[in-house]
């Protein structure tokens, strides 16, 4: 016990200077929006990006403890037009959430990271002078302590010895806790200077206030491609901002679920038109939603690049439970893995139950000529259809099946096997059409394009057509109706009527209900004859 104190203290020490030093030297190569950058901590209480040579730094505040920062080198990216990547860049600022999010689960990786480092470096340390202390044994370490009381009585040898151990320990410590090798150099020293002061006409767009580029050619000759980015930021954040806005004055067209009920919005081929995100949650919010059905094409091409927009959606919808399966643009295994990541319950081929809903799906087998998975189709969706179907029909209790393709859908609903299915990809609206299948009624249904894609890639300051969401409502975990909310180019939200989805147990109810109707009605013409009858007896 004598010994644990200090042992304790010797930990800290180590441990404490060594993990703040390896977490000031670590760096990490993330993809943020369309760059792979490099992203590293700092002690400066600023996020700093740095995008090159031709282009000024940028740095903001950041409140955070100790002062921590980040310092973020911005490097290459897929783009080849460089008009076309500052408007890419302008929309994915305007709804940062997603990739700062990312950012900080990276700082916070890389803090624990260090933090158990340093940890082992403390507790080796530590073990390395208890196993000094007992091998060293009581008698001995009286005897040194009395010839460190007494100095004068040692030998050279001796003092030599004591001496060079103190120094090896001293180095130690120093070569593990003090950074080496010169301060990085600059070829000009760069002031900061709010946006505002370097770029007219910025004045009016709040978020600039704190936000400062550096001082240099690099500012001078870059304004002109800054300007063109934060006007795109300013329309996006102006025409997404209103549409959120918006959400409330359309909350009373929007059927709520009863307290048995669970409503679901579904999404699809949002082609990461992360502006939207923010739309549909206050929506889902409004309509007091529990789950989210995304039926795929979530990206453009499915490269690593396109993680800030499934970023944007883990932030967007993090309060629900989500389900998804990936598009053919989102072939190639990354979408799948982030959707993942993001907590989603990416269905693969076997009924899995998500918010008291039991689901069956898969992604797309398919690939387009855009995405990172070009030439490595899995099979045809046609198959896949009669696949599902087989699952479906032996499970007998599918709610829904998701797919990405209406097509994928038609050997399930010939089938009977399922109440309802849902799909994306065709970018407008289908159905809801009902089909009496083999086993029973299913009731088929495709959303349009989330993201108002007019193809492939939606991100841009507007909604290049219009867009749609729907609201699925379920009762005891069946759906009972459906209620499209579209949204137009000019960002106004309309609201559709609710329908009822007609399923077996819907039917076997009219019935029941007719059949009891009938019943009443026969057991009141009874007893009115009956009463007849008994009052002809009696005459």
Same mark, same amino acid.
């Given at each position: 016990?004598?010994?644990?104190?200090?042992?304790?203290?010797?930990?800290?020490?180590v441990?404490i200077?060594?993990?703040?030093?390896?977490?000031?030297?670590d760096?990490?190569?993330?993809?943020?929006?369309?760059h792979?950058?490099?992203?590293?901590?700092?002690?400066?209480?600023?996020?700093?990006?740095d995008?090159?040579?031709?282009?000024p730094?940028?740095?903001?505040?950041?409140?955070?403890?100790?002062?921590l920062? &980040?310092s973020i080198?911005v !490097? #290459?990216?897929d783009?080849? *037009?460089?008009d =076309? +990547?500052?408007?890419?860049? @302008?929309?994915?600022?305007a709804?940062?959430?997603?990739?700062?999010?990312?950012?900080?689960?990276h700082?916070?990786g890389?803090?624990?990271?260090?933090?158990?480092r340093?940890?082992?470096?403390?507790?080796?340390?530590?073990?390395?002078?208890?196993?000094?202390?007992?091998?060293t044994?009581?008698?001995?370490?009286?005897?040194?302590?009395?010839?460190?009381?007494?100095?004068?009585?040692?030998?050279?040898?001796?003092?030599?010895i004591?001496?060079?151990?103190?120094l090896?320990?001293?180095g130690?410590?120093?070569?593990?806790?003090v950074?080496?090798?010169?301060?990085?150099?600059?070829?000009?020293?760069?002031?900061?200077?709010p946006?505002?002061? &370097?770029?007219?006409?910025? !004045? #009016?767009?709040e978020?600039l *206030?704190?936000? =400062? +580029?550096?001082?240099?050619? @690099?500012?001078?000759?870059?304004?002109?491609?800054?300007e063109?980015?934060?006007?795109?930021?300013?329309?996006?954040?102006?025409?997404?901002?209103?549409?959120?806005?918006?959400?409330?004055?359309?909350?009373?067209?929007?059927?709520?679920?009863?307290?048995?009920?669970?409503?679901?919005?579904?999404?699809?081929?949002?082609?990461?038109?992360?502006?939207?995100?923010?739309?549909?949650a206050?929506?889902?919010r409004?309509?007091?939603?529990e789950?989210?059905?995304d039926?795929?094409?979530?990206t453009?091409?499915?490269?690593?690049?396109?993680?800030?927009?499934?970023n944007s959606?883990?932030?967007?919808?993090?309060?629900?439970?989500?389900?998804?399966?990936?598009g053919?643009?989102?072939k190639?295994?990354?979408?799948?893995?982030?959707? =993942?990541?993001?907590g989603?319950?990416v269905?693969?081929?076997?009924?899995v139950?998500?918010?008291g809903?039991?689901?069956l799906?898969?992604?797309?087998?398919r690939?387009?000529?855009?995405?990172a998975?070009?030439?490595?189709d899995?099979g045809?969706?046609?198959?896949?259809?009669?696949?599902?179907?087989d699952v479906?029909c032996e499970?007998?209790?599918?709610?829904?099946v998701?797919?990405?393709?209406?097509?994928?859908?038609?050997p399930?609903?010939r089938?009977?096997?399922?109440?309802?299915?849902?799909?994306?990809?065709?970018?407008?609206?289908?159905?809801?059409d009902?089909?009496t299948?083999e086993?029973?009624?299913?009731?088929?249904y495709?959303?349009?394009?989330?993201?108002g894609?007019?193809?492939?890639f939606?991100?841009?300051?507007?909604?290049r057509?219009?867009?749609?969401?729907t609201?699925?409502?379920?009762?005891?975990?069946?759906?009972?109706?459906?209620?499209?909310?579209?949204?137009?180019?000019?960002?106004?939200?309309?609201?559709?009527?609710?329908e009822?989805?007609?399923?077996?147990?819907?039917?076997?109810?009219?019935?029941?209900?007719?059949?009891?109707d009938?019943?009443?009605?026969?057991?009141?013409?009874t007893?009115d004859n009956?009463?007849?009858?008994?009052e002809?007896?009696?005459?």
């Amino acid at each position: 016990m004598k010994l644990a104190v200090p042992l304790v203290v010797v930990w800290a020490l180590v441990s404490i200077p060594t993990a703040l030093w390896m977490f000031d030297h670590d760096d990490r190569t993330v993809v943020i929006g369309a760059h792979t950058t490099t992203v590293s901590p700092t002690f400066d209480a600023h996020a700093t990006l740095d995008f090159g040579p031709l282009l000024p730094r940028l740095r903001m505040p950041v409140d955070a403890p100790f002062d921590l920062g &980040v310092s973020i080198d911005v !490097g #290459d990216t897929d783009v080849n *037009d460089l008009d =076309e +990547l500052f408007a890419r860049d @302008a929309v994915i600022a305007a709804q940062p959430e997603g990739e700062i999010g990312k950012v900080q689960s990276h700082l916070i990786g890389m803090a624990v990271d260090s933090a158990l480092r340093g940890a082992g470096v403390g507790l080796i340390a530590t073990l390395m002078i208890a196993v000094g202390w007992h091998v060293t044994g009581r008698e001995r370490r009286a005897l040194v302590w009395r010839r460190v009381r007494d100095v004068r009585s040692a030998s050279r040898k001796e003092l030599g010895i004591g001496g060079l151990t103190l120094l090896l320990f001293v180095g130690a410590i120093v070569l593990i806790t003090v950074p080496t090798g010169p301060e990085p150099e600059s070829a000009a020293d760069s002031g900061w200077r709010p946006v505002p002061d &370097v770029i007219p006409g910025t !004045g #009016d767009i709040e978020e600039l *206030d704190r936000i =400062e +580029l550096s001082t240099g050619s @690099a500012t001078r000759g870059g304004v002109t491609l800054i300007e063109g980015a934060l006007q795109t930021y300013r329309e996006s954040q102006e025409f997404y901002g209103d549409m959120e806005d918006r959400v409330p004055e359309i909350a009373k067209d929007i059927r709520k679920p009863d307290d048995e009920q669970t409503l679901a919005v579904l999404i699809s081929d949002r082609h990461d038109n992360i502006g939207m995100d923010p739309v549909v949650a206050a929506i889902a919010r409004e309509a007091r939603a529990e789950l989210i059905i995304d039926a795929g094409d979530d990206t453009s091409t499915g490269g690593p690049w396109e993680a800030f927009s499934i970023n944007s959606m883990e932030r967007a919808y993090e309060d629900f439970d989500k389900v998804a399966v990936a598009g053919n643009h989102d072939k190639g295994g990354f979408v799948r893995e982030a959707l =993942e990541d993001a907590g989603f319950e990416v269905l693969d081929g076997e009924p899995v139950e998500v918010a008291g809903i039991r689901f069956l799906g898969a992604s797309d087998p398919r690939s387009s000529g855009l995405t990172a998975g070009y030439g490595e189709d899995s099979g045809s969706i046609e198959d896949q259809g009669e696949e599902l179907a087989d699952v479906a029909c032996e499970d007998e209790d599918v709610s829904t099946v998701l797919v990405h393709s209406p097509t994928t859908g038609e050997p399930i609903a010939r089938s009977g096997c399922t109440d309802l299915i849902l799909s994306g990809h065709l970018h407008r609206q289908v159905g809801p059409d009902t089909v009496t299948g083999e086993e029973g009624v299913t009731t088929t249904y495709t959303n349009g394009t989330t993201g108002g894609a007019a193809y492939a890639f939606a991100l841009g300051s507007k909604l290049r057509r219009p867009a749609q969401v729907t609201l699925v409502t379920y009762e005891d975990g069946r759906p009972i109706g459906l209620q499209p909310v579209n949204f137009d180019t000019g960002g106004h939200i309309h609201v559709a009527d609710f329908e009822e989805i007609v399923t077996d147990t819907s039917i076997e109810k009219d019935a029941d209900e007719a059949q009891k109707d009938t019943d009443e009605a026969e057991d009141k013409a009874t007893d009115d004859n009956g009463g007849d009858e008994a009052e002809g007896s009696q005459e």
